[in-house]
C-alpha cells in the first residue's frame, strides 16, 4: 500500500518561501505523477501543482509563477517550493499519489 508523508510546513512570513517534501512509501511505480494540493481555513481542497514526470510540470493559475516542483526518484521523494508567499497560500498541504494522500502539513503565511 502506497503511502505519503509530508513535511516542511511552518509559519512564514509574506514574501518568504518554504520547501515542501513528500516521500512516497510502498509504490512499486516510483513517484511519478504525485500532485500536491492545499486546503486553506475554511475552504475546499484545491489543486497545486503536478509532476508527470521529470520536466513534466504544472501548476495552478494562483502558484504559477511562484512554484516550483521536482522528483528524486532515489529518495522517493517531491517537493514543493514555495516562493513569494500570500497570505492566502495558508493552508494544509497535501500530496497525493495513485489515489492515496499523506496527512499534510501545515502551511501560515502571517506577520
Known amino acids: 500500500q502506497v503511502r505519503l508523508v509530508e513535511s516542511g510546513g511552518g509559519l512564514v512570513q509574506p514574501g518568504g518561501s518554504l520547501r515542501l517534501s513528500c516521500v512516497v512509501f510502498g509504490s512499486d511505480r516510483g513517484i511519478y505523477p504525485t500532485q500536491w494540493h492545499r486546503q486553506p481555513p475554511g475552504k475546499e481542497r484545491e489543486w497545486v501543482a503536478t509532476i508527470a514526470a521529470p520536466g513534466y510540470k504544472t501548476f495552478a493559475a494562483a502558484v504559477k509563477g511562484r512554484a516550483s516542483i521536482s522528483g528524486d526518484s532515489a529518495k522517493n521523494t517531491v517537493s514543493l517550493e514555495l516562493n513569494d508567499l500570500k497570505p492566502e497560500d495558508t493552508g494544509v498541504y497535501y500530496c497525493?499519489?495513485?489515489?492515496?494522500w499523506g496527512q499534510g502539513t501545515q502551511v501560515t503565511v502571517s506577520s
Open positions: 497525493t499519489r495513485e489515489g492515496n
